[in-house]
């Protein structure tokens, strides 16, 4: 139980909760002990009066109506603790299982782009909810069973070695067994239990793939194989969980059998003993009331034991992402508003799953209020620059300067609320248009929103659907079209008032006359932003302040429209191919 430890931090939380929890689970179970104590005195008084050491048989008859209304009492209290037991216990492993799950989904939140490129979505989401589910089994049902088996053990066993030692310690000959078994299967369950989780995150990636790839799914045709994919991996974790369950189902009947056994010993036991006239026949009911009441408490051992071991294997998955430190770490907590200044200085970066260096040895400076067009080639590092500007990455070789000040000394919150980014893959949610586009402003007006959406040129589409702003997208946005998805993600971008703006290749989905209109609207509302554009498009870039052309890491060339249509190069030939492409 080394990496349920981690869980412990939760109890010391809840820890008024479950102390009240095992108190009234301890008050239930002594009730429900002193149950066949009252049958074993009751029998006891009948086999008297039938042996004629008792002959008053009114006083028989009100002593057992008193002990039949015991014991109804006796059981509805017990009943009710039992009910409150569940209330405290339960109760406290659901807010532990939400606490759990925030923390992951916070940790989520801080660990950087570079986990999220070394790890599948449907693994994520599986650890969030199937392992998390596992733990809350362990933090409720399985400590509460526990906590049940141990007061109703300690009790039991105490009330029966008062009443008579030798049958008690027949009785417990089986237990060693038990005890051995328990042991040697928890051991296989732990292992099984780590492949079955493991198997459930490669079924929920796989699913959660095919979803998202649906259209690409279709188009080619590739259904039949998709299903065997799924059949093979689906087949795998069907062998791998009955293999698990096999070892679980071994729990059961060994624990019946033994119990089975425990009965036979007090029956064959007590028998002698009764007809030897060491104890009465009450007594040995008594002790098979015990034992069958300890049953249940036994049983549950096998389950207990299995729903740690699952727990087990299941929190070392949560714990490998909670024990992850962020790469990009926010150093400073003071607050800083930006500028709008960003230099590169001698910057160098080579990215470490690939191990493909992006960047070599990159300077240049844009002021603030400028605007900087970048241009390269598919691969020559143009997104690279944008993601070390959003902080995705941090530099090893040179330095990343915002208003002069290094970037990694400056608040990474602040950076980039203070950053609108247009991704040149736009992600909208599964939620309205107007939703989407105050996702970049949250306290957005109607007014500003309807503003941002015709600076974007989108507004004229959102009127025409049925549903207008309230329009609610599918997933990913697939509602919209390639260049409305572009548009909309403009309009989020923009309606956040930057102090840096950034445009990803978002316009290579809109025609060239509904890019004009843009980049007319942007370059009346970015008078005093700093803004980057990325393209493939001279007609994109010919209005920015510097331009700067990209080549394997490199910087090229760099200066304004003007300037390199006049110099030989990328830049002039993309301007003369493009200039003739508008033409025909």
């Given at each position: 139980m080394k990496e349920l430890q981690y869980i412990n931090n939760y109890f010391s939380i809840y820890k008024w909760r479950l102390l009240i929890g095992v108190l009234i689970t301890i008050l239930s179970k002594f009730l429900a002990l002193k149950i066949p104590q009252i049958i074993g005195?009751?029998?006891?008084?009948?086999?008297?009066?039938?042996?004629?050491?008792?002959?008053?048989?009114?006083?028989?008859?009100?002593?057992?109506?008193?002990?039949?209304?015991?014991?109804?009492?006796?059981?509805?209290?017990a009943g009710f603790f039992t009910f409150l037991m569940r209330q405290t216990i339960i109760v406290t492993s659901r807010l532990i299982e939400f606490d759990l799950k925030n923390e992951i989904y916070q940790q989520y939140q801080r660990l950087s782009i570079n986990f999220y490129k070394k790890n599948r979505t449907g693994d994520l989401m599986n650890r969030i909810s199937?392992?998390?589910?596992?733990?809350?089994?362990?933090?409720?049902?399985?400590?509460?069973?526990?906590?049940?088996?141990?007061?109703?053990?300690?009790?039991?066993?105490?009330?029966?070695?008062?009443?008579d030692l030798k049958l008690t310690l027949y009785t417990l000959i089986p237990f060693p067994l038990l005890s051995i078994s328990i042991f040697?299967?928890?051991?296989?369950?732990?292992?099984?239990?780590?492949?079955?989780?493991?198997?459930?995150?490669?079924?929920?990636?796989?699913?959660?793939?095919?979803?998202?790839?649906?259209?690409?799914?279709?188009?080619?045709?590739?259904?039949?194989?998709?299903?065997?994919?799924?059949d093979k991996i689906a087949n795998e974790s069907k062998e791998k969980n009955i293999h698990l369950q096999k070892a679980n189902a071994l729990f059961f009947p060994l624990i019946i059998l033994l119990i089975g056994i425990s009965n036979l010993l007090v029956i064959y036991v007590g028998g002698k003993q009764y007809i030897s006239g060491d104890i009465q026949f009450g007594t040995i009911i008594e002790f098979m009331l015990y034992v069958n009441?300890?049953?249940?408490?036994?049983?549950?051992?096998?389950?207990?034991?299995?729903?740690?071991?699952?727990?087990?294997?299941?929190?070392?998955?949560?714990n490998e992402f909670l024990k992850q430190v962020p790469e990009i770490q926010n150093t400073v907590t003071s607050s800083s508003e930006l500028k709008g200044n960003v230099t590169f200085k001698d910057v160098t970066f080579t990215y470490d799953d690939t191990n493909i260096t992006a960047l070599k040895n990159i300077n240049f400076s844009i002021k603030s209020g400028e605007t900087l067009a970048i241009l390269g080639k598919t691969g020559a590092g143009k997104s690279t620059i944008i993601e070390l500007i959003t902080r995705l990455y941090d530099t090893e070789i040179g330095t990343?300067?915002?208003?002069?000040?290094?970037?990694?000394?400056?608040?990474?919150?602040?950076?980039?609320?203070?950053?609108?980014?247009?991704?040149?893959?736009?992600?909208?949610?599964?939620?309205?248009?107007?939703?989407?586009?105050?996702?970049?402003?949250?306290?957005a007006t109607e007014e500003e929103i309807i503003s941002a959406a015709k600076n974007a040129d989108i507004h004229n589409n959102i009127i025409n659907f049925p549903k207008g702003y309230k329009t609610i997208l599918g997933e990913r946005g697939v509602t919209l079209s390639g260049g409305q998805k572009q548009r909309v993600s403009i309009a989020r971008a923009i309606i956040k008032k930057p102090k840096i703006?950034?445009?990803?290749?978002?316009?290579?989905?809109?025609?060239?006359?509904?890019?004009?209109?843009?980049?007319?609207?942007?370059?009346i509302i970015s008078k005093n932003i700093t803004t980057f554009i990325i393209?493939?498009?001279?007609?994109?870039?010919?209005?920015?302040?510097?331009?700067?052309?990209?080549?394997?890491?490199?910087?090229?060339?760099?200066?304004t429209h003007n300037q390199l249509i006049k110099s030989e190069g990328y830049y002039k030939n993309l301007y003369e191919e493009q200039l003739l492409e508008k033409e025909i």
């Open positions: 005195d009751s029998l006891n008084i009948v086999e008297e009066y039938l042996n004629g050491r008792v002959t008053n048989l009114e006083a028989v008859t009100q002593q057992l109506l008193k002990n039949v209304l015991l014991i109804i009492g006796v059981a509805f209290l199937e392992d998390v589910s596992k733990v809350r089994m362990y933090v409720g049902p399985a400590i509460m069973y526990s906590i049940n088996m141990i007061v109703l053990f300690t009790v039991g066993f105490t009330q029966m070695i008062s009443i040697v299967l928890s051991k296989v369950i732990h292992k099984r239990s780590t492949i079955v989780q493991e198997y459930l995150s490669k079924l929920t990636t796989f699913n959660q793939e095919f979803f998202s790839g649906i259209n690409v799914v279709k188009s080619y045709g590739i259904e039949a194989s998709i299903i065997k994919g799924f009441i300890l049953t249940w408490p036994v049983a549950v051992v096998g389950w207990v034991t299995s729903m740690v071991q699952q727990a087990e294997a299941s929190q070392a998955r949560i990343v300067l915002l208003d002069n000040i290094p970037i990694k000394q400056t608040n990474l919150n602040d950076v980039r609320s203070q950053i609108g980014f247009v991704p040149q893959d736009p992600f909208l949610f599964s939620e309205s248009i107007e939703d989407n586009i105050k996702f970049g402003k949250y306290s703006l950034i445009f990803d290749d978002c316009l290579s989905a809109v025609d060239t006359e509904t890019e004009e209109k843009i980049l007319t609207n942007l370059e393209s493939h498009r001279v007609s994109s870039a010919k209005n920015a302040d510097k331009i700067i052309v990209l080549s394997d890491g490199e910087i090229t060339q760099q200066g």
